[in-house]
């Protein structure tokens, strides 16, 4: 057995090992080292030489990109606005509701909107060449780990044309290729925006491959960018959950799983009444339809009997529909729906919510970690033991204590942008900002040392 | 569009999204929310009711265990030995080689040896609850991120069991419960060892379920725990290339790829000869098995005349054989095999290296884009701009800057420990040590705060 200035052997990976033919190991679906070739993969294969051009740039550059960006989507709002056009006459000819138009349509201020955006990422703070840790060893090597651009980054995302333009600011400020494949209603409108942003960028003096779209508007092109393995370094899908769930099912490229909200408000036995009616309703009702609302309500049986006729009075007015438990529905008889586990499966987004009395704070945490997404919970107390052992016990990408669950956003963060919210624990978890879009790489640097 | 305050809710997932019923958007393969069991998902059900166990436990109670599993591990010699011999006796009977034999042996000092390592991970820091972030936001909220345990850390790894035994004090350290699958050629020791671990582990008042052994020996047993997702929180595989790259392909639990390492070491134009040659042969030859040994050297034009000649002297005299291109070929007649593309994609492993001149420096970074599996890249120069040219444009996990490629490791890097060095750019890059075996929360607390 191996120890002291060995034990790294140990560890790292030793002994008798195979010769490795890196041909060999890669399969007919990794990408990098096969021939095979179809315009997704021709896509990711310019990305990735892109990327290559795009990491030693410096900050000034990538700005100055994402400036010309800006001005041109500006300049260009008139052919924006009629590919969307395209799109709005689709969408309203196959009975699209008129939620999803409107989160579809750009108009001109809307496009100076998505401009002033791009300019307001410009100014956020450069994530890449960050030395994350440094240090000089004992015997004398310099090391230094530091921010690096992911490479390739692929964003799969719902019928939100703004998501095109912020998403490859975001890829280009950390210094990304950018892979975009929106959702194919939005598919003029994408089209005509990256057309923009690739002028652009290319006038910038920074290749315009940076920036593509992803070809074809079938599943089939997903399916191409999942299996890209070795030219694509991570797909980010956002939107939809069965889009989410096929994604991690088949991709072969690193998945960051973003946006389920199963979110919970627990309101304690020693919470101040006021301010657990002002969380909670803020929590469900301020805007019902993002995944940082809150679905469920769970009450301590100490506090029920004061807090749930005051509760019940305040979701309704609010406009909330209560699907509670026995101890609810005598609450507010004919008010209160049955709750079932369906309820407490269910991430609404709607004016709707699960309620549940709860003996103590442990049968509140062993509710959320059976039904929870893990996205945010938030617990109302007065006690700091209980606030404690709250966020110890709850894991969650986000635990607030006497605030609502609606904090859990990359603004609200201060990150000044965000590209999803991850509910998964490799990489990222929480709301993303810029150093989520980069990797690190070592730095050693000796004057000939060499291992005895 | 949305700007200003709420551009959050722009980028975070807004709009008239569809009701989510969490249990309809997980699959049949999604073994959280299916009531699915077999040997291996129960063991994975335990391992998470344990590593909800060890969150919030404070850093004695698991340090507490591990000075416990010390000195089990000391105490229970015999036993330990003499599973051992089992796999011993198995393993001379197929004709294993000598080498791998020894690998698997576990003799009283080695055992004494690992117990000592395991004492050593006890004197490491505590990543679990370091505050990575932390601020106070303008409206008064106070946000943290904290480290928190990955939760269920599921490793398949090679035959050796002292990995069984390190992989565990890791996992424990970091807080996280730790789900082994070992070589079935190590099975009796590995189930020794774990026997020992869990009693151990137990006596001090933790769950023993926080080490398990995957039952089963068939590979039937590694595909289910790749398809644990929402049981296991991440992969990590060890060992053998094919069996990465079929965990790669197929689980659907996240992974962290480890361990294959096609390193080079560039000869600029402007590098000191003997520091060169001394970096050249100590990448390759000090310990040729391993992931960080050097497997292709590029030399630049320039130089090739000079250092040629005694680079083929220095590489005879320690045993390593060249497969090089034309320059090396006539530089040393009779001396040097034909390459083809296939030895600048092998991870020989062993005393052979590949050799090719280049024109100049963007030619050596080209060559290692197209053939490094991205582990670690040496440059010898005394060219401050060459040095930062290929630091910036060269993207593996570690590049070397005047000094070996053999640093790359954990135990060197002074992370004291090391559980594999990853390759890939998700969530850790390069040599992990323990705060990459954590993930984080943020913490947000307010007194009543609410979004407006």
């Keep these: 057995m191996l120890t002291g200035a060995s034990r790294s052997v140990k560890y790292g990976m030793a002994g008798a090992r195979a010769p490795v033919r890196l041909r060999a190991m890669t399969s007919a679906s990794d990408a990098t080292q096969t021939a095979q070739s179809s315009p997704v993969l021709d896509t990711a294969r310019r990305a ?250 769970l009450v301590h049986a100490g506090i029920a009997d004061t807090f749930l006729p005051r509760a019940l009075a305040a979701l309704t007015e609010a406009g909330v529909m209560v699907h509670g438990d026995e101890t609810w529905q005598k609450a507010g008889p004919g008010m209160v729906a049955p709750a079932t586990d369906e309820d407490w499966a269910t991430e609404y987004l709607s004016y709707d919510i699960a309620a549940a009395v709860v003996p103590d704070l442990d049968a509140a945490v062993a509710h959320i970690r059976r039904w929870s997404s893990g996205h945010t919970e938030a617990i109302v107390t007065t006690s700091q033991a209980a606030a404690r052992r709250f966020t110890q016990l709850v894991d969650s990408t986000t635990v607030a204590v006497n605030a609502s669950t609606r904090f859990t956003d990359g603004s609200q963060f201060g990150f000044g942008a965000e590209i999803g919210i991850s509910t998964q624990k490799l990489h990222a978890r929480g709301p993303m900002g810029l150093p989520e879009l980069t990797s690190t790489k070592y730095i050693v640097t000796g004057d000939g040392h060499v291992r005895g």
Tied chains: 1, 2.
């Design 48 to 297: 990735r030489e892109a990327a290559a051009v795009l990491a030693p740039l410096p900050r000034t550059a990538r700005d100055g990109a994402l400036l010309a960006v800006a001005d041109a989507l500006v300049a260009r709002t008139e052919e924006i606005v009629a590919a969307n056009a395209e799109d709005i006459a689709k969408a309203r000819a196959a009975g699209t509701s008129d939620s999803i138009v409107d989160r579809l349509t750009l108009t001109p201020e809307r496009i100076a909107a998505i401009a002033a955006d791009v300019r307001h990422v410009v100014a956020l703070p450069d994530p890449v060449g960050e030395v994350v840790r440094g240090s000089t060893l004992p015997n004398g090597l310099d090391l230094r780990q530091v921010r690096v651009p992911l490479g390739v980054v692929g964003i799969i995302y719902e019928a939100r044309p703004n998501v095109t333009v912020d998403a490859a600011a975001l890829c280009l400020k950390s210094g990304n290729a950018v892979l975009l494949r929106g959702s194919s209603s939005a598919y003029a409108s994408n089209t005509a925006l990256v057309a923009v942003l690739r002028d652009a960028v290319a006038g910038a003096g920074l290749p315009a491959d940076a920036v593509q779209l992803v070809p074809g508007q079938s599943r089939e092109s997903v399916k191409e960018l999942m299996r890209a393995r070795g030219l694509v370094d991570v797909l980010i899908p956002r939107g939809g959950a069965s889009l989410i769930r096929t994604v991690v099912e088949e991709s072969t490229v690193p998945v960051i799983e973003t946006g389920t909200g199963n979110c919970h408000v627990y309101v304690d036995k020693d919470a101040d009444i006021e301010t657990a009616l002002k969380i909670l309703i803020n929590s469900k009702a301020q805007r019902p339809s993002v995944c940082n609302a809150a679905e469920t309500v």
